[in-house]
């Protein structure tokens, strides 16, 4: 629960004005509280007060004592100045010291720089010549493709430091040398690329002086003059809130929106760097024909004529089951809903799709089943205040960064963390873990339903909330007898005693959470690893309150938006299954039009009919399945057999160089529409820039091709379609357009426009009722390590590129950063095979083969390699298997069998 335990108010005076604060807080904070102005340069809200630069100075009038107000406690009846002639002159003075040891300019207010000094040196009548004398000079610091930084314009606050510190736990920088030579730079003054910083922007945010500068704004002339737009990030799912900078029709930095609720003042490397692909020079800005074999320009009038003439052909001569649509996890929940009905309303089919089958469809279909919901069950901000946390099948710190922050700021406040997962992820190897079972991949049933054996056995069984809030349990108890710890360490490789322990560590927490994404997702059996983790959330009776649940992180910034708006095969938006009478005559009436009753084709299924000629006709937007579909191969042969391929993007991906038309997009920086994060927050996508070149928001191509098609689709504006959502859509209800507005966004289930929105899920009653436990068997991987394929494939994201890197590779700095793609080897492994680090080997499995350059690394056991999936030149993806699960239809991508080979 949270605490509610009221704060003491104080009185005291401020200039001769009777001011309130609270118990607890310094004179700077209640100075702020009552809008009252102090100077500050050291100082941040997100820090702990230093009262370095001195520059916060105030009087106490009953002692006449000048001391800094950000460390200074306030009190009852305290009394003080902030603004008489003895507190200016020393804050005068030392600003004036502070600039006597750098190059900044007196007169910087006529430079282009973005700093707090400019301010303040604006404000004060200041002499240039008081304490000249030499001044510090040091080489700047331009290691990195990201920022540089100018030490003549450092007047070393320490700022960069703490939060570095603080923030972001890296301590990648730090004061260096003494006295007069003293700098800021990495531990033994080396490049920032040999040590811990992850080029999070972090230091440039907090830099007061503009000594921290990002290159993407230098390279643009430094701009002060900029138009600045709160917007989303369009990489993973956290929804982190952040500014965009633009001029002249280009962007030319990002920084953290300070009113972010999912981020605070947090972005990673992506987010805070990643954004320079919306300016490039190949992004699509025309739309293309293939003829010949060769693409030309086209005028969108003969390109959504194509499109139309085609895909309209192939419904009246094959019937619309025929055709078959991939939406996409990057985009709009607007686009993603328009895309959906275009589907199904004007072609008629609900063979629609999207990545989220490739990541989370076992998640939605396991908790569903188990909870009623298959969203996340809790929100970002309560994984702090959990008392334990199981990570399994998640790199939380490198798939979503500001998460993984949230789980290194719940161990600083105490929390235990049980880290599964087969490799040695960062949180185990920064020693933020206290347990690491390191289970053999493909075996978490044993583990989950393990861990749940020694639960019962020791009577933690949360008793009252089986018998009140679930059904099934004896069901489970049969179940969970047959994973005695001696079988599971047999199967996994976990021993007996770590196990006990992580199950007694889970088992007594009040507020034990679990966070889990496609390591326990992409399996064969991954529906059954979901319930596995949903019963044993229940058992201890971890669900329906703060800071516990099952939180699956997703994976794209907008996938759990594409399938809370219907961009699934089985369900129309809101997850009302198409196969149900009542939901098909409500879109009917809602649509004015006639819809099909049978559920569509999923992706991998797609990809198998086309290549069996009963797909002949693909639309696809804004995914790549040439790079992040299982056998790319057998992918590539399917989109060849297709009579007709239509792809709509913003680049000419892999997947585009197969089409017959592109349609070029606007980027999520030229439209404006909503995303739902994974903590299921909907927020809202503003416009910064005007399409670029001929470039149109998908929903506006959407529209017009299904007016084309004899369906008129005619919005003003995407936030049209927003509203209309709202109408179809119950979990939705009370999302409107105008409500999302505000920066906080709303969380469904949000029926009506009274509804605040909901923060967990599950709060007395599930959403099906009773919570329902599942009895599970163990299954092996469908594929396992043999004589002629020894060793096991898994694969996954890695910190500086995302999904199929069709943004991040076109990105300067993170390309510079990690330009290729490797393989990650045990050390033993490498031995044995004779490879050396870098030498580049080959890896095959039973669909194909690669080269690839060797990481040699004890992150992965022996016999396991990791291989991550961003890269189209080395495609791990080439080597995947695509066996299904029966139920969610997800394919295998984390388990493979593969042979590894020395190159010549």
Known sequence: MANTTKTKSIEMKINGEVVEGDQGDTIL??????????????????????????????????????????????SDGLEVETHNDRVEQSRKLN???????????????????????????????????????EKRSHPKMEDNPFFELDHDRCILCGRCVRACDEIRGRSAIDFVNRGFKTKIAPPLDRSLTEGTCQFCGQCVDACPSGALTSNMRIDKGNPNEVETTSTICTYCGVGCRMNVHTRDGEVVDVSPDPEAPANDIRLCSKGRFGFDFVNREDRLSQPLIKEDGEFREASWEEAIDLVSDKLGGIKEQYGPDAIAGLSSATCTNEENYLFQKFMRATIGTNSVDHCARLCHSSTVAGLVRAFGSGAMTNSIGEIR???????????TTESHPVIGLEVKKAVENGSNLIVADPREIELVQEGDADIHMRQNSGTDVAWLMGMINIIIEEGLVDEEFVKDRTENFESLKESAAEFPPERVEEITGIAEDKLREAALMYGEADKGTILFAMGITQHSHGTDNVLSVANLAMVTGNVGKESTGVNPLRGQNNVQGACDLGALPNVYPGYQNVDAKENQEKFEEAWEADLSPEPGLTVVEMMNAAGEGDVKGMYIMGENPMVSDPDIGHVEKSLENLDFLAVQDIFLTETAEYADVVLPAASFAETEGSFTNSERRIQKLNKALEPKGNTRPDWEIISELSGRLGNPMNYDSAMELTNEITEVTPIYGGITAERIKDKQGLQWPCRDEDDPGTKFLHEGEFSRGLGKFHSISYRDPAEMPDEDYPMTLTTGRMYYHFHTRSMTGRSKGLDELVPEAYVEMNPADATSLEVEEGEKIKVSSRRGEIEIKTKVTDRVPEGTIFIPFHFAEAAANRLTNPELDPIAKIPELKVAAVKVEKIG
Do not use: W
């Open 95 to 133: 600003l004036e010291l502070l600039l006597s040891n750098t190059d900044v300019n007196v007169d910087c207010k006529s430079e282009e720089t973005r700093c707090e000094l400019t301010e303040l040196v604006g404000k004060y009548d200041l002499d240039p010549e008081r304490f000249s004398g």
């Open 385 to 395: 205040d959990a008392d334990t946390i199981l990570v399994t099948g998640s790199n």
């Open 29 to 74: 904070e209640v100075a702020e509280k009552n809008g009252i102005e102090i100077p500050t340069l050291c100082h941040m809200d997100q820090l702990e007060p230093t009262g370095a630069c001195r520059m916060c100075l105030v009087e106490l009038v009953d002692s006449g004592e000048v001391v800094t107000s950000c460390t200074q406690p306030a």
